[in-house]
């Protein structure tokens, strides 16, 4: 019996063995080349439909566009009030969400602009409800709002630290919450995350913003977990810093820079350009929205649960 065993164990590796070397083989010979280009990656999304919370401005907008030129029709989700108390900058205005509606317009989708807070679970399920109604799916959701503080430890107030909190975290959860019966029914979706090279560190000027985008890996791993098997991809966008109203405001400014009375998002940007392996210091909207794009389309089809740095190499010092 032992010797049957053993017998069978030693032909299931030498078969196991063969098979990758006839792998191996057929790549090198071109079979597997040949495979690959009847299959090549496909960028196009037509008929699909992408949510993007945050998406009247900045880093939402720009994954907004990227996806509509790929041909999805779009749903962009905002408070768009102008102001959240609490936060030090301005958030996006009514009028930014309907100049956002208008330029994925003239992309030739369809486009609904809806005004709600990720605060609300009622919020995004009603405006779920509406995407699926309006275009029949609900196929990409991107979890992209959020706000930030800037400051040392002790100086936040407890209505401070909780706004962040509540947007960056809860708000993330409640997307996640809205969107998962839906697409557990579909038995198709895929959910992108957008948290920040922040949540891949520890940062004495954003303690409350960086454990903030900590949580939202956290919560974008447990959600690829637990929808894996139904079919639902979950993955994470994270980005260094990127030239949006969110960092290039007076506020947020004039932390970063506290010794210069004119600071600038360019000096910012030049200032932390030395560090990193290629010469950038900070990203365009549109970068962070090409890499989104990665998990919006086949080209990740058996991926989930993954953090991508979007972040100049910044992170090639630290993350294993
Ligand atoms: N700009 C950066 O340097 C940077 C870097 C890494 C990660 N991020 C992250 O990228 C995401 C987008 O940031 P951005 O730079 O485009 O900022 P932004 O301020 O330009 O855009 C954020 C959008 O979210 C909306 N929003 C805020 N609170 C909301 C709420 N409660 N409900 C619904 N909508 C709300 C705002 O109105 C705004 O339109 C954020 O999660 C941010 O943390 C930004």
Known sequence: ME?????????????????????AASTVLGTGVAQAAKNPVTYQLSGKTAFITGGARGIGLAIAEEMA??????????????????????????GDLQSAQATIEALNVKCLAIKGDVRSRGDLENAMKQ???????????????????????????????????????????KTTQAAAPIMKQQKSGKMIFIASALGRMGNELFPIYASSKWAVIGIAKSAALSYGRDN???????????KTKFADNPYVLSKMMPNDPAPTFDKVSEMLRPGNP???????????AKAAMIFATD??????????????????????
């Open 3 to 23: 010797k049957h065993h053993k017998a069978t164990r030693r032909d299931m590796i030498k078969k196991g063995a063969l098979g990758a070397a006839a792998v």
């Open 69 to 94: 030129k790929a041909g999805a029709n779009i749903v962009l989700f905002d408070i768009a009030s102008g102001q959240i108390p609490h936060v030090g900058y301005a958030v996006a205005n009514e």
């Open 131 to 173: 995407a699926v109604a309006s275009f029949g799916s609900l196929d990409i959701v991107v979890a992209n709002a959020g706000v930030t503080q800037v400051g040392a430890m002790e100086e936040f107030s407890p209505e401070e630290i909780s706004v962040v909190y509540d947007i960056n975290v809860e708000g993330v959860v």
């Open 232 to 242: 639902i991809l979950c993955n994470v966008v994270s980005p260094g810093l990127v």
């Open 278 to 288: 290629i010469d950038v210091g900070h990203l365009e909207p549109e970068d962070v």
């Open 299 to 320: 080209a990740t089809a058996r991926v989930t649960g993954e953090v991508f740095d979007v972040s100049y190499g910044s992170l090639a010092r630290s993350i294993a």
